[in-house]
């Protein structure tokens, strides 16, 4: 099972269940949004863990996504838009032992938020991010995001847009990521298990939730989770496993010169132990990125924990720092410090 | 050590600068003069006069960098207006200062730095030395260069070195001229050169020479002294105010039992306090230094969120960017001390001068009606009981509070009677008890409105706060029109209660009478000092200088009622004076404004006060 032994936040011999974590307040998402199950797996992961449930911190921006916090009993802070991860990063760092959870959305962290989204990545922050990626401004009723795809008509590009969306998982393994995954929404189980990878990584966890948003851009992320398509557009890795996808699991990745290419098993001379096994833990981000990258028509998208590499976070290196400062200094108070240096008596 | 008697001429106060070369070490210069005027007891202030370039072209106007202080035998308040001893190693910092020195200044040149093409970078056509420039000065032209190299010229020092002693020559000249000893610095040279003894005898021997070499020629028939001021008892050190906020704020922090968290961003001039807080890991401070100023104050909003003395340090540009999480923290009712080191705007202004002109920004420069409280600092050292006052009302009364202080007090250093934490007030934040079966996120404490602080970790409170309008008292999102009517009273009239803890407004002087000036921050020095003069002229003038901005004290209507005139001195067009006719509508109101990125100088206030007393 899970094994959560060697982490900073505080545990509880208490089992907790999912009403320990449901808030009296009504679900406002609009019926058939694709929120709704994001919010049931993290009920279901919430008891699980093994935390006190005093511990868990919900961290939002603004955004229908945003909302999260409201839905969940927590404590928690519904902030202001795109500034989630820097309010989180604040809470973590004030108090490590606590786990901070951060929902937001597409535009919330990659557009207004896009500053604190890459740096509390660099920095490492262990703090777990849902990161509901519509490709739309729900919220606002419709407006292209900076993951909606090129050429798609929205509110405001009637004639399509004209610019180049944003692939999570790049910008992600730009900012040194150490903690990626990307699952569907209509997929509970693969939400949960991402979830629970996530909360056992140290560091910042980033999961990509292909959320739909039924009103404003319906079925957006068919073409690939679509139940119609999936075997043949989902590659869902495992880590120590090889990546194999399609109905009878007879395709899969292979590394030729420095690309990946998708191979079928039993032609071509190629069996299964030709196919590339995943590495999630591997610290050099190559594959993972290339793995990140990947999408129809040509390959598969790639589902499942891509990357969760061990690096210092930020919260135990300032921890440390602090340590050896109270151990080594001779200023132990603030009468210490305004004694200290150059002082004399009149 | 003096072998000749030489008469004494007593001054209460004397203002020395010292000006030279980025190279030339005014700085250090500076400040060794200074400490040697502190240990004997003299009150003091100092500036340091940075040029805006990291390395300006040497020997150029841009390139001057210079110290000014002002040492006496009573209080002093002010760097001083115009300098009685100036010390100036080229003639870039002579063009640049000699408009600063008083007629018949003693002015101390190193005549080797005047060589033709310094002069000429400097914008001089013909040398200072040379022409009537210097004429109603008491000047001391010393070839200074070359006297530092001969005095080293025993000890085999290679002639840079040699010539970057030179300040120390400087340092000697001008020890003679006050009667100083010179034990304190060679003390000085001992500890700051432990691992470099050759050093020391260099500084030492430097030092020793520029004094012998003043006996000789009788630099000044002289000695200029400055007699120990009277001052409280106690222990003192010197400090600037970015240092003192640094050390308000860790105080607080100490006292409330809260942890510090800085979450900051670099801007000059408030970029020292960040640097001093980052050395106090050992007091528990937790510093972030974010990646944008949104960034910092929003992780301070986290770490108050979390229980934490909460704290973001910036100048104006960055209080712009601040403003829509300053508005979080109001509407989350959460503390949060947002330090504002003002400096010359609007955009990017003049960083490294001095304005009050973001008044305005931190009273009302937010959307919605989002009250603060607001303080301000007026010197340097009282930097750290506001910035201690700032985090006190805002963790018991549950209200962000922006604490302004400006460059010229952050840069600015004065003599610092160093307190006890035992005497500092007590800091009670209102903690929310565990498992209280009757917490509530927005309950208040009937005295101060202020709500309980609950934070994560607590067994028994969980709760979500956020940027909606919440319903009173529960704290569940709510868009009910009353209960926004409520909840904006609410947040407005906690700030107000914020007077019945905050000290009444003194007047200086009497309580009636002909002119009733007002300012506020950082303007005390200038202010106090020409009120003073015409109180001592027997004029009919009080002075009320204001901390406590937002809210008001409760006697503030009572203050201005007494005089037939009133008159807000202040360094932007005119905002304070515009925020008290709006709550205290009243004719007799004047205003005297200087915009420039310049301390008021005291004869033009004494002018313009002089003035409203002549028209009738
Ligand atoms: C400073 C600021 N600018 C703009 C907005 C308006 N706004 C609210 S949510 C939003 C976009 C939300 O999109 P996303 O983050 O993808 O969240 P979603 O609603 O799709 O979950 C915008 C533009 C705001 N609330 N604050
Ligand atoms: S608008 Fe879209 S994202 Fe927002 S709640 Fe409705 S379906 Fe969900
Ligand atoms: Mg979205």
């Known amino acids: 099972m899970q094994d959560f032994a060697n982490m900073t936040v505080e545990r509880s011999n208490v089992q907790l269940t999912k009403a320990d974590f449901e808030s009296d307040q009504m679900v406002k998402w609009c019926p058939g949004c694709g929120a709704h199950a994001i919010l049931a797996a993290v009920e279901r992961v919430f008891p699980k863990i093994g935390y006190r449930k005093e511990n868990f911190c919900m961290i939002s921006g603004i955004g229908c996504s945003s909302r999260f916090p409201y839905y969940v009993n927590t404590y928690g802070i519904h902030g202001i838009h795109g500034r989630a991860a820097a309010i989180s990063t604040g809470v973590k760092l004030a108090n490590p032992r606590l786990s901070v959870w951060m929902a937001t959305g597409d535009g919330d962290s990659l557009a207004i938020g896009g500053n604190h989204f890459i740096h509390v990545i660099r920095r490492n922050v262990d703090i777990n991010i849902l990161l509901f990626n519509n490709q739309i401004y729900g919220l606002t009723k419709g407006q292209y995001s900076p993951t909606t795809p090129m050429g798609k008509v929205t509110k405001t590009s009637p004639q399509g847009t004209i610019e180049h969306p944003f692939t999570v998982g790049e910008l992600v393994m730009g900012a040194q990521g150490t903690f990626f995954a990307r699952v569907p929404d209509n997929n509970i189980g693969m939400m949960t298990d991402a979830m629970f990878e996530a909360a056992k990584h140290d560091g910042t966890s980033i999961m990509e939730i292909m959320q739909n948003c039924i009103i404003f851009a319906d079925k957006a992320h068919n073409d690939v989770i679509g139940k119609e398509v999936k075997d043949d557009t989902m590659l869902v890795v495992k880590n120590g496993q090889p990546m194999v996808f399609g109905k009878n699991s007879d395709k899969g990745l292979i590394l030729r010169d420095t690309r990946l290419e998708v191979a079928e098993i039993g032609k071509n001379g190629i069996t299964l132990d030709d196919i590339l096994i995943h590495d999630a833990y591997n610290q050099d981000p190559g594959i993972h990125l290339m793995l990140a990258k990947l999408a129809p028509p040509l390959f598969p998208m790639v589902f499942g924990v891509i990357r969760a590499a061990m690096f210092p976070t930020y919260d135990d290196l300032l921890e440390e720092q602090l340590k050896y400062a109270k151990e080594t200094s001779a200023i132990k108070n603030v009468d210490d410090l305004l004694n200290s240096g150059d002082t004399w008596e009149i | ?616």
């Open chain 2, 1 to 616: 050590m003096t072998k000749k008697k030489r008469p004494v001429i007593e001054r209460e106060s004397v203002v020395v600068k010292f000006v030279g070369d980025s190279g030339d070490g005014m700085q250090l210069t500076g400040g060794m003069f200074s400490d040697v005027a502190a240990l004997v007891g003299n009150d003091l202030a100092t500036f340091p006069d940075f040029p805006a370039e990291i390395r300006a072209p040497q020997n150029t106007v841009a390139g001057v960098s210079g110290f000014q202080m002002h040492m006496g035998s009573s209080k002093i308040y002010t760097t001083g207006d115009l300098v009685d001893v100036l010390v100036a190693m080229n003639p870039a910092s002579l063009k640049a200062n000699l408009k600063w020195a008083k007629k018949g200044a003693t002015i101390l040149l190193d005549t080797d730095a005047f060589d033709e093409k310094s002069v000429e970078k400097a914008g001089y056509k013909v040398s200072p030395l040379d022409d009537d420039t210097l004429e109603t000065y008491h000047a001391i032209k010393s070839p200074m260069t070359m006297l530092t190299k001969e005095s080293l010229k025993d000890m085999g020092v290679d002639n840079k070195t040699a010539e970057r002693s030179k300040n120390m020559f400087a340092l000697g000249i001008l020890f003679y001229i006050f009667n100083r000893d010179l034990k304190p610095s060679f003390k000085y040279f001992e500890t700051k050169f432990k691992k470099k003894p050759e050093l020391v005898e260099i500084n030492k021997v430097v030092l020793q020479q520029g004094y012998n070499y003043a006996e000789t020629i009788e630099a000044l028939e002289s000695v200029i002294q400055v007699s120990p001021a009277h001052m409280e008892k106690g222990r003192y050190r010197n400090i600037t105010g970015n240092v003192a906020t640094a050390w308000g704020l860790l105080a607080a922090a100490e006292k409330s039992g809260r942890p510090l968290f800085l979450g900051s961003y670099p801007i000059t001039p408030a970029t020292e306090i960040l640097m001093e807080l980052s050395k106090h890991k050992s007091l528990g401070a937790k510093v972030f230094q974010a990646e944008d100023e949104i960034a910092g104050i929003c992780s301070s909003i986290g770490a108050s969120f979390t229980g934490s003395l909460a704290c973001t340090t910036t100048s104006g540009p960055g209080l712009s960017l601040k403003s829509e999480a300053i508005g979080l923290a109001v509407i989350t009712e959460l503390p949060l001390v947002i330090v504002n080191v003002q400096r010359g705007g609007p955009s990017t202004g003049l960083p490294t001068k001095s304005e009050q002109s973001d008044l305005y920004q931190a009273l009302f420069g937010r959307n919605g009606e989002c009250p603060v409280i607001v303080v301000a600092a007026s010197t340097a050292e009282n930097c750290f009981y506001f910035a201690y006052m700032a985090a006190k009302l805002s963790l018991e009364h549950m209200t962000p509070t922006i604490l302004l202080t400006d460059g010229y007090l952050g840069f600015g250093s004065t003599l610092f009677r160093i307190p006890k934490m035992k005497d500092m007030p007590a800091i009670n934040p209102p903690m929310a008890e565990a498992n209280d079966p009757d917490y509530k996120p927005y309950r208040r404490n009937p005295e101060t409105l202020a709500r309980q602080w609950a934070i994560p970790g607590t067994e028994g409170l969980r709760h979500r706060i956020g940027g909606l309008e919440k319903e009173n008292i529960i704290g569940t999102v709510s868009t009910d029109p009353m209960n926004h009517q409520i909840m904006t009273d609410l947040r407005a009239a906690k700030v107000e209660k914020v007077a019945d803890f905050i000290p009444e407004q003194e007047i200086e002087g009497a309580p009636e009478g002909d002119l009733l000036v007002i300012s506020w921050g950082g303007t005390y020095g200038s202010v106090h000092s020409a009120v003073k003069q015409m109180q001592n002229e027997g004029k009919s003038v009080s002075l009320a200088h204001f901390n406590y901005i937002m809210p008001l004290p409760k006697n503030t209507g009572k203050v201005l009622q007494g005089f037939k005139k009133i008159v807000v001195c202040e360094l932007n067009s005119g905002q304070f004076v515009n925020y008290l006719k709006m709550k205290f509508p009243m004719p007799n109101f004047h205003q005297f404004n200087k915009v420039q990125g310049l301390p008021f100088m005291i004869n033009e206030l004494t002018d313009r006060f002089n003035q409203l007393l002549e028209e009738k």
